[in-house]
């Protein structure tokens, strides 16, 4: 088991009234699944991603990740779990503009203390999976959307983390790039990796193994597809 | 490779916002520039003084007249004989140059020329110890001292104004005091030093000057030339033994004459430079830290700006260390460029004004090391809380920042 949740609650302090985003979620993945967090804006889903995601921590309940509890861990500890088993791919591709695509897919490597020489190879190596082998020194704004994302989904592969979390990826994208960007996706999770796609779209919800409908702060549903 | 990570992405945001990171960096710039200058200027006069001392040749003291005092009362003044002088050179301990000499004002006339000039009489020596060559013709000997013959020495600046050129007036007569003097040499040009403007002079045998020109045996003062790493303090005995004996001063009374090395006022006048020098740098100093601020408002803004990004490097595992570095790296980076800029224009403005002025130029390495060093502090100190605020971002809150 990857992620494990006991009863998952987190609550907000908006002035002076106390706002329950998560309310108490149980929720378990396996290794190599693909899985889909649906549900509207308000739910809940993108604090369960942050949750989940090591960006934030709960209130209440318990987190296992790969079975260690990852609750109480300091911020330095979170940032390094973050930086060795979890890759992020967002909507609005998040790449350092000033940075080749090269350079931006280094940028995990280098937080995790790779030597220059191996990082450049690997970070080579995971550019030529998702198919940029001839844009490796293009900067952002020389690269299309799809591309940009290809190279944010690289940078998400580069430290061989435990679980991939994607953010509304084709959120930005038109829907024949969306299409590519999914299928890479499928390739990915049929090499065995397990990927968490946040999103509000039905048929890119489709595309995954698994469905959890998140509302109001709870599981409403969770079927396999 | 963090640290490398660090200067480039600082670089790569100091280049991105160029105009911005001038005008931040300005103060630093200005602030550095102006204590590399004053600093640089403080060196410079020193070293013209160095020079100046030089110059003057061999060092020398100056005995010259005191008062005869018994307790509190003052008995008058007792002036200072030629007789000393050579009670002086008699002593052969000290391989040291005695030059008494009395200097007094008289009219001089050559042709329809006549101008009223300092007269020194002096013994050939004194060129020795001062240091004075001549240009034409020749300095008197001895032997035209014994004389007391008529002949005269001038400084370079006398010809032109008496209205004629050297070579025109040398071997002629000229009228001091309405006695002919025979014109035997000219000295080379000296250069005015603060307290002596030998250019303008005309010198005289000594007891020529005293017999013929002045009537009186008493020398204004006796300048001793002296080796220079001469032991002054026992040659300043020597002096003090060889006068109390002539001027038959008891045990335990005051001395009637003073001695002074006057090298020490070299010494007082480079203290003197040093402390304004630190105290001008001290004040320029104030508007580097001045620009520290400025680092630290625009570093606030940065990190402000950048929150995404941030959020990101969080996300992709970036500690709090990590973070830290790379605003206070860049925040020192301003500093240290403004810095460098700073020592390029603060030594580019005291070369101009030392070549306008010339002066030697003389700038020390640790002043240049020391403001950018300085900088650097500046950037550290004024970086950190900038850098904090940036590590301390909530990475879940800073993703989505808009």
Redesign the interface.
Same mark, same amino acid.
């Given at each position: 088991m990857i992620i494990s949740t006991q009863n998952l609650k987190r609550s907000f302090q908006v002035g002076s009234e106390k706002v329950e985003a998560l309310k108490g979620i149980n929720l378990s993945v396996e290794k190599s699944e693909f899985l889909s967090i649906m549900g509207p804006s308000g739910s809940g889903k993108t604090t369960l991603m942050?949750i989940i %995601?090591c960006?934030?921590t709960p209130t209440e309940g318990t987190y296992h990740l790969n079975n260690n509890l990852v609750n109480d861990l300091s911020?330095?500890e979170l &940032?390094?779990i #973050?930086? !060795?088993e979890i890759g992020?791919v967002?909507q609005s591709f998040?790449l350092?503009a !000033?940075?080749s695509a090269l350079n931006n897919v280094m940028?995990?490597l !280098?937080? &995790? %203390?790779? #030597?220059?020489d191996n &990082?450049i190879t690997m970070a080579k190596n995971v550019l030529d999976k998702v198919g940029l082998t001839n844009r490796i020194n293009h900067s952002p704004s020389e690269l299309s959307g799809g591309q940009q994302q290809r190279v944010a989904i690289a940078?998400a592969l580069v430290?061989k983390p435990s679980i991939i979390f994607a953010d509304e990826p084709t959120g930005n994208l038109d829907s024949q790039t969306g299409d590519d960007v999914m299928n890479l996706f499928k390739e990915l999770n049929e090499q065995g990796q397990t990927i968490i796609l946040i999103t509000h779209e039905e048929d890119i919800a489709r595309q995954s193994k698994r469905i959890i409908n998140i509302k109001d702060g709870l599981i409403e549903s969770d079927y396999k597809i | 490779m963090l640290f490398k990570e660090s200067i480039i992405s600082a670089l790569s945001s100091i280049r991105s916002n160029i105009v911005r990171s001038f005008l931040t960096t300005l103060a630093i710039i200005i602030g550095t520039a102006a204590v590399i200058a004053v600093i640089g200027l403080g060196s410079s006069a020193n070293k013209a003084l160095d020079e100046q001392i030089d110059d003057f040749g061999p060092r020398t003291l100056v005995v010259s007249p005191g008062q005869n005092r018994r307790g509190a009362v003052t008995k008058g003044f007792i002036p200072l004989d030629i007789k000393d002088a050579y009670a002086l050179e008699k002593n052969e301990e000290h391989n040291w140059m005695i030059s008494p000499y009395i200097s007094r004002n008289r009219q001089v006339k050559f042709n329809n020329a006549n101008i009223n000039q300092r007269i020194r009489g002096n013994l050939p020596i004194h060129f020795k110890v001062r240091g004075y060559d001549v240009e034409y013709g020749r300095i008197f000997n001895d032997d035209e001292n014994f004389g007391r013959k008529r002949v005269v020495v001038l400084g370079a600046a006398v010809p032109k104004e008496l209205k004629t050129s050297p070579q025109n007036i040398l071997d002629k007569e000229v009228l001091i005091a309405g006695t002919g003097y025979k014109v035997i040499g000219i000295l080379e040009e000296e250069g005015n030093t603060g307290w002596q403007s030998p250019d303008e002079e005309l010198y005289v045998p000594l007891l020529t000057g005293a017999q013929r020109l002045f009537g009186t045996k008493n020398v204004d003062s006796i300048n001793i030339g002296v080796e220079k790493d001469a032991n002054v303090d026992e040659i300043m005995m020597s002096i003090e033994r060889i006068l109390r004996a002539q001027h038959d001063i008891g045990p335990g009374a005051d001395n009637d004459f003073n001695i002074n090395d006057y090298s020490q006022f070299s010494d007082l006048r480079r203290q003197a430079t040093g402390i304004f020098t630190a105290l001008i740098a001290g004040i320029a100093g104030i508007s580097l830290v001045v620009g520290g601020i400025g680092v630290m408002n625009i570093m606030l803004v940065s990190v402000t700006e950048r929150t995404r990004e941030i959020g990101l490097r969080k996300a992709l595992g970036a500690t709090h260390k990590a973070i830290m570095s790379q605003f206070i790296v860049e925040a020192i980076l301003l500093c240290v460029i403004g810095g460098c800029i700073g020592v390029f224009l603060g030594t580019s403005v005291l070369y101009l004004l030392a070549s306008f002025q010339d002066w030697p130029f003389a700038m020390p390495f640790s002043a240049i090391v020391g403001s950018i060093t300085f900088s650097a502090m500046v950037g550290l100190f004024f970086g950190i809380w900038p850098a904090r605020k940036a590590a301390k971002l909530d990475p879940a809150i800073s993703l989505r920042y808009e």
């Amino acid at each position: 088991m990857i992620i494990s949740t006991q009863n998952l609650k987190r609550s907000f302090q908006v002035g002076s009234e106390k706002v329950e985003a998560l309310k108490g979620i149980n929720l378990s993945v396996e290794k190599s699944e693909f899985l889909s967090i649906m549900g509207p804006s308000g739910s809940g889903k993108t604090t369960l991603m942050n949750i989940i %995601g090591c960006l934030d921590t709960p209130t209440e309940g318990t987190y296992h990740l790969n079975n260690n509890l990852v609750n109480d861990l300091s911020d330095d500890e979170l &940032a390094r779990i #973050r930086n !060795k088993e979890i890759g992020f791919v967002f909507q609005s591709f998040h790449l350092l503009a !000033k940075n080749s695509a090269l350079n931006n897919v280094m940028l995990p490597l !280098k937080y &995790a %203390g790779v #030597r220059e020489d191996n &990082a450049i190879t690997m970070a080579k190596n995971v550019l030529d999976k998702v198919g940029l082998t001839n844009r490796i020194n293009h900067s952002p704004s020389e690269l299309s959307g799809g591309q940009q994302q290809r190279v944010a989904i690289a940078r998400a592969l580069v430290n061989k983390p435990s679980i991939i979390f994607a953010d509304e990826p084709t959120g930005n994208l038109d829907s024949q790039t969306g299409d590519d960007v999914m299928n890479l996706f499928k390739e990915l999770n049929e090499q065995g990796q397990t990927i968490i796609l946040i999103t509000h779209e039905e048929d890119i919800a489709r595309q995954s193994k698994r469905i959890i409908n998140i509302k109001d702060g709870l599981i409403e549903s969770d079927y396999k597809i | 490779m963090l640290f490398k990570e660090s200067i480039i992405s600082a670089l790569s945001s100091i280049r991105s916002n160029i105009v911005r990171s001038f005008l931040t960096t300005l103060a630093i710039i200005i602030g550095t520039a102006a204590v590399i200058a004053v600093i640089g200027l403080g060196s410079s006069a020193n070293k013209a003084l160095d020079e100046q001392i030089d110059d003057f040749g061999p060092r020398t003291l100056v005995v010259s007249p005191g008062q005869n005092r018994r307790g509190a009362v003052t008995k008058g003044f007792i002036p200072l004989d030629i007789k000393d002088a050579y009670a002086l050179e008699k002593n052969e301990e000290h391989n040291w140059m005695i030059s008494p000499y009395i200097s007094r004002n008289r009219q001089v006339k050559f042709n329809n020329a006549n101008i009223n000039q300092r007269i020194r009489g002096n013994l050939p020596i004194h060129f020795k110890v001062r240091g004075y060559d001549v240009e034409y013709g020749r300095i008197f000997n001895d032997d035209e001292n014994f004389g007391r013959k008529r002949v005269v020495v001038l400084g370079a600046a006398v010809p032109k104004e008496l209205k004629t050129s050297p070579q025109n007036i040398l071997d002629k007569e000229v009228l001091i005091a309405g006695t002919g003097y025979k014109v035997i040499g000219i000295l080379e040009e000296e250069g005015n030093t603060g307290w002596q403007s030998p250019d303008e002079e005309l010198y005289v045998p000594l007891l020529t000057g005293a017999q013929r020109l002045f009537g009186t045996k008493n020398v204004d003062s006796i300048n001793i030339g002296v080796e220079k790493d001469a032991n002054v303090d026992e040659i300043m005995m020597s002096i003090e033994r060889i006068l109390r004996a002539q001027h038959d001063i008891g045990p335990g009374a005051d001395n009637d004459f003073n001695i002074n090395d006057y090298s020490q006022f070299s010494d007082l006048r480079r203290q003197a430079t040093g402390i304004f020098t630190a105290l001008i740098a001290g004040i320029a100093g104030i508007s580097l830290v001045v620009g520290g601020i400025g680092v630290m408002n625009i570093m606030l803004v940065s990190v402000t700006e950048r929150t995404r990004e941030i959020g990101l490097r969080k996300a992709l595992g970036a500690t709090h260390k990590a973070i830290m570095s790379q605003f206070i790296v860049e925040a020192i980076l301003l500093c240290v460029i403004g810095g460098c800029i700073g020592v390029f224009l603060g030594t580019s403005v005291l070369y101009l004004l030392a070549s306008f002025q010339d002066w030697p130029f003389a700038m020390p390495f640790s002043a240049i090391v020391g403001s950018i060093t300085f900088s650097a502090m500046v950037g550290l100190f004024f970086g950190i809380w900038p850098a904090r605020k940036a590590a301390k971002l909530d990475p879940a809150i800073s993703l989505r920042y808009e």
